[in-house]
């Protein structure tokens, strides 16, 4: 009833007017440091030994699943603290767990721990019968480090089982488990990278593929795949000590990442997909007979429904200064904490199969054979592409991507730049060829400008293979928030021609393209909408008369593209857990077959990820791709990716079917600003069984 009242006064704070109420009321959720009580506490450790706690959930009885945590050895606990079984594993100082480890024949819960004396690393199981630990295998790994952390990785790509073992002076080594001849359990070394500073930490997201690392001076992200090189992202709020972290897994790869900062004794919550967001902070206080929580060395949490204490879920943290006893671990409901911060106590989810439903997509993955130059600033700056074909000879084509921290680049198919255009930050761009501009058809380009909040108007020379600037006058849009997404369109009738822009509200607007007799295009506004919520990546089917639309945290939507086209729409795929996106939703392109058929092709940016549908019917979902790393041409993969363009036209030699083009958000090997990674048509299409059409040069 709380959380329903909670939610009913934000909808009338923000329906009534109350912007500034709305906003200060959000704040404070944000900026408030909460008070939260735990329920329960377990039995002192049996030495001061207590670290990482693992939370492992039963079978078939969940009221029997347990806490297993670092003491003397391996300890385990039940839900109301007790200590049900101790493994003598030495002096254990990390440790974490997996379900569906193939063990024998059978899928099983794997555990993972650490030993800081012999710097060895016991694997065990447990049985669901007892609760009781015992060792599959106990590994003398060649590390060449002092293992401080430790957590495991599950693929949702490979389905292949990994640990991630960090020393405190920064170093990553990444081990991949396998079967040796004679069926037992053995690790091999497969990536090191060091991060530059004190490592406290670790956690990995088996969904999103990610690997968070805990340091005295913040979180940083990577990618947790082998090939994903080091490219890396500093969360927002956390420059100060991290201890350590957890991940709140919930339906539709939604959740949270959570973080203990040593230096307030509070914990940060960030959102696990929209750009780890941060959502706010909590203090564990005393209350009850039970002592705050202090200087956390582990923390784990679940969504679960355990029991009647636990029942939207439970978070478990370490407290090395428990009252008057050893180290301890406090146990926290977290309707709780989710009551408190407005987050989501979503109990739907089976924890034992994280990962599992990703793993049995079948995505597929291809690779990129060129990549472009990076662009010209660090940070969040290429994002958009069009590609443009030459009149005469297709592989002198270019590719024209937006830089959004200054303005438009064109690179040839090499991924050279061609030209750079300072024309301001332009954030997404499209083009459409045969607009009649005086006495002669030319290459209209289009480009959404956050300086001046615009539509930029372009041509391109086909001697020079350049932009030339052919706007009749700045041509302000209507939008309050700053132009964000742009796409084109072209009436296959009246062949007239329209700009669709939007914003971050989710308001769009379509403008009509109009020669203003002085050898100059202009536009004059004939719609607008409001999808709902932010949108960006928006793609327009000319032969249907279709527009796409991808509302980043919802998913794809469909409209009539005409100025007459009102505000009916259809959902083409979703962002929930029957859906196959994972937000955000952001590139969108359409691979035209010809006879009306082809593909509408979206960038799933949460999971690094392109999903195809069909152009036709109701958009049937056809598969998932990635863009792996191509070792032989030292071209890394593709990750977090925006803007993305398609095209069936041969281009040379290298691209005799097309290409399909999209945005890098996290380019390595070497690690360097953004750029565009090119892939070969025919690598996607022999992968889902798809058409290889190639079409005529788009200007005859």
């Given at each position: 009833?709380?959380?329903?009242?909670?939610?009913?006064?934000?909808?009338?704070?923000?329906?009534?007017?109350?912007?500034?109420?709305?906003?200060?009321?959000?704040?404070?959720?944000?900026d408030?440091?909460?008070?939260?009580?735990?329920?329960?506490?377990?039995?002192?450790?049996?030495?001061?030994?207590?670290?990482?706690?693992?939370?492992?959930?039963?079978?078939?009885?969940?009221?029997?699943?347990?806490?297993?945590?670092?003491?003397?050895?391996?300890?385990?606990?039940?839900?109301?603290?007790?200590?049900?079984?101790?493994?003598?594993?030495?002096?254990?100082?990390?440790?974490?767990?997996?379900?569906?480890?193939?063990?024998?024949?059978?899928?099983?819960?794997?555990?993972?721990?650490?030993?800081?004396?012999?710097?060895?690393?016991?694997?065990?199981?447990?049985?669901?019968?007892?609760?009781?630990?015992?060792?599959?295998?106990?590994?003398?790994?060649?590390?060449?480090?002092?293992?401080?952390?430790?957590?495991?990785?599950?693929?949702?790509i490979?389905?292949?089982?990994?640990?991630?073992?960090?020393?405190?002076?920064?170093?990553?080594?990444?081990?991949?488990f396998?079967?040796?001849?004679?069926?037992?359990?053995?690790?091999?070394?497969?990536r090191?990278?060091?991060?530059?500073?004190?490592?406290?930490?670790?956690?990995?997201?088996?969904?999103?593929?990610?690997?968070?690392?805990?340091?005295?001076?913040?979180?940083?992200?990577?990618?947790?795949?082998?090939?994903d090189?080091?490219?890396?992202?500093?969360?927002?709020?956390?420059?100060?000590?991290?201890?350590?972290?957890?991940?709140?897994?919930?339906?539709?790869?939604?959740?949270?990442?959570?973080?203990?900062?040593?230096?307030?004794?509070?914990?940060?919550?960030?959102?696990?997909?929209?750009?780890?967001?941060?959502?706010?902070?909590?203090?564990?206080?005393?209350?009850?007979?039970?002592?705050?929580?202090e200087?956390?060395?582990?923390?784990?949490?679940?969504?679960?429904?355990?029991?009647?204490?636990?029942?939207?879920?439970?978070?478990?943290?370490?407290?090395?200064?428990?009252?008057?006893?050893?180290?301890?671990?406090?146990?926290?409901?977290?309707?709780?904490?989710?009551?408190?911060?407005?987050?989501?106590?979503?109990?739907?989810?089976?924890?034992r199969?994280?990962?599992?439903?990703?793993?049995?997509?079948?995505?597929?993955?291809?690779?990129?054979?060129?990549?472009?130059?990076?662009?010209?600033?660090?940070?969040?700056a290429?994002?958009?592409?069009?590609?443009?074909?030459?009149?005469l000879?297709?592989?002198?084509?270019?590719?024209?991507?937006?830089?959004?921290?200054?303005?438009?680049?064109?690179?040839?198919?090499?991924?050279?730049?061609?030209?750079?255009?300072?024309?301001?930050?332009?954030?997404?761009?499209?083009?459409?060829?045969h607009?009649?501009?005086?006495?002669?058809?030319?290459?209209?380009?289009?480009?959404?400008?956050?300086?001046?909040?615009?539509?930029?108007?372009?041509?391109?020379?086909?001697?020079?293979?350049?932009?030339?600037?052919?706007?009749?006058r700045?041509?302000?849009?209507?939008?309050?928030?700053?132009?964000?997404?742009?796409?084109?369109?072209?009436?296959?009738?009246t062949?007239?021609?329209?700009?669709?822009?939007?914003?971050?509200?989710?308001?769009?607007?379509?403008?009509?393209?109009?020669?203003?007799?002085?050898?100059?295009?202009?536009?004059?506004?004939?719609?607008?909408?409001?999808?709902?919520?932010?949108?960006?990546?928006?793609?327009?089917?000319?032969?249907?008369g279709?527009?796409?639309?991808?509302?980043?945290?919802?998913?794809?939507?469909?409209?009539?593209?005409?100025?007459?086209?009102?505000?009916?729409?259809?959902?083409?795929?979703?962002?929930?857990?029957?859906?196959?996106?994972?937000?955000?939703?952001?590139?969108?392109?359409?691979?035209?077959?010809?006879?009306?058929?082809?593909?509408?092709?979206?960038?799933?940016?949460?999971?690094?990820?392109?999903?195809?549908?069909?152009?036709?019917?109701?958009?049937?979902?056809?598969?998932?791709?990635?863009?792996?790393?191509?070792?032989?041409?030292?071209?890394?993969?593709?990750?977090?990716?925006?803007?993305?363009?398609?095209?069936?036209?041969?281009?040379?030699?290298?691209f005799?079917?097309?290409?399909?083009?999209?945005?890098?958000?996290?380019?390595?090997?070497?690690?360097?600003?953004?750029?565009?990674?090119?892939?070969?048509?025919?690598q996607?299409?022999?992968?889902?069984?798809?058409d290889?059409?190639?079409?005529?040069?788009?200007?005859?």
């Open positions: 009833m709380w959380r329903i009242f909670i939610f009913w006064w934000v909808i009338a704070l923000a329906g009534c007017g109350g912007d500034e109420e709305f906003a200060a009321f959000v704040d404070n959720v944000t408030k440091n909460h008070a939260i009580v735990s329920s329960v506490e377990t039995a002192p450790t049996l030495n001061q030994g207590a670290a990482n706690p693992v939370i492992w959930i039963h079978p078939n009885d969940i009221a029997q699943s347990a806490i297993i945590g670092t003491g003397n050895g391996l300890e385990v606990y039940d839900l109301q603290g007790n200590i049900v079984d101790i493994e003598p594993a030495g002096n254990v100082n990390a440790l974490d767990l997996r379900y569906q480890f193939p063990l024998n024949g059978e899928a099983s819960t794997l555990i993972a721990a650490s030993n800081q004396s012999d710097n060895t690393l016991g694997l065990y199981t447990i049985h669901p019968d007892t609760r009781q630990l015992s060792p599959i295998a106990l590994l003398t790994l060649n590390q060449d480090i002092k293992v401080e952390s430790l957590c495991l990785y599950h693929s949702p490979s389905g292949q089982y990994y640990a991630m073992m960090l020393d405190s002076e920064g170093i990553v080594q990444q081990w991949a396998f079967r040796t001849s004679d069926g037992s359990v053995d690790a091999r070394r497969i090191q990278f060091n991060v530059g500073s004190k490592i406290k930490g670790c956690v990995a997201d088996d969904e999103y593929a990610h690997l968070y690392i805990a340091l005295d001076t913040g979180i940083l992200k990577y990618g947790a795949e082998p090939e090189g080091t490219a890396q992202m500093r969360l927002e709020n956390s420059n100060t000590q991290i201890a350590c972290l957890t991940l709140y897994y919930a339906e539709g790869q939604t959740g949270y990442l959570i973080a203990f900062n040593q230096d307030n004794n509070d914990f940060l919550v960030y959102q696990r997909g929209n750009d780890n967001q941060f959502l706010g902070r909590f203090r564990i206080t005393a209350a009850n007979g039970i002592d705050s929580v200087n956390a060395q582990g923390i784990a949490v679940t969504n679960a429904a355990l029991n009647n204490t636990f029942k939207k879920g439970l978070l478990v943290a370490q407290d090395a200064n428990n009252t008057d006893a050893n180290s301890n671990f406090k146990l926290v409901a977290w309707d709780r904490v989710a009551d408190s911060l407005l987050l989501v106590a979503d109990t739907t989810l089976n924890p199969q994280i990962g599992q439903a990703n793993k049995n997509n079948s995505v597929k993955s291809v690779q990129a054979t060129v990549e472009t130059e990076p662009v010209q600033a660090w940070g969040d290429a994002d958009d592409i069009a590609i443009w074909v030459h009149p000879d297709s592989s002198l084509s270019t590719v024209i991507g937006t830089q959004k921290q200054g303005g438009l680049n064109v690179y040839d198919l090499t991924g050279k730049q061609l030209q750079y255009l300072p024309d301001g930050r332009i954030n997404n761009v499209d083009l459409r060829y607009f009649q501009l005086g006495d002669e058809k030319i290459t209209v380009v289009a480009a959404s400008n956050r300086t001046d909040n615009s539509i930029g108007l372009y041509q391109v020379n086909p001697l020079t293979r350049e932009l030339e600037n052919v706007a009749a700045t041509i302000k849009v209507g939008l309050q928030n700053e132009v964000y997404g742009l796409c084109l369109y072209q009436n296959p009738l062949h007239q021609y329209y700009v669709f822009v939007n914003n971050k509200n989710g308001d769009v607007e379509q403008w009509a393209l109009f020669d203003n007799g002085k050898g100059q295009v202009d536009a004059r506004q004939v719609r607008e909408f409001n999808v709902g919520s932010q949108t960006e990546g928006c793609v327009a089917d000319d032969q249907h279709q527009l796409y639309i991808g509302e980043e945290d919802v998913g794809i939507w469909q409209y009539n593209a005409e100025p007459e086209g009102g505000t009916t729409r259809r959902s083409v795929d979703t962002t929930g857990k029957d859906g196959h996106l994972t937000a955000d939703v952001e590139g969108l392109t359409i691979y035209n077959a010809g006879d009306g058929n082809g593909y509408l092709i979206a960038s799933s940016q949460g999971n690094d990820s392109f999903t195809i549908y069909k152009r036709t019917g109701n958009n049937d979902y056809i598969g998932t791709f990635k863009i792996k790393v191509n070792d032989a041409l030292k071209i890394d993969k593709v990750s977090d990716s925006d803007g993305i363009d398609v095209i069936n036209v041969p281009l040379g030699e290298a005799p079917y097309g290409v399909f083009i999209a945005q890098d958000g996290w380019n390595n090997n070497p690690v360097a600003p953004q750029n565009f990674k090119l892939v070969p048509w025919e996607i299409a022999d992968s889902f069984g798809l290889k059409q190639v079409a005529e040069n788009p200007w005859f």
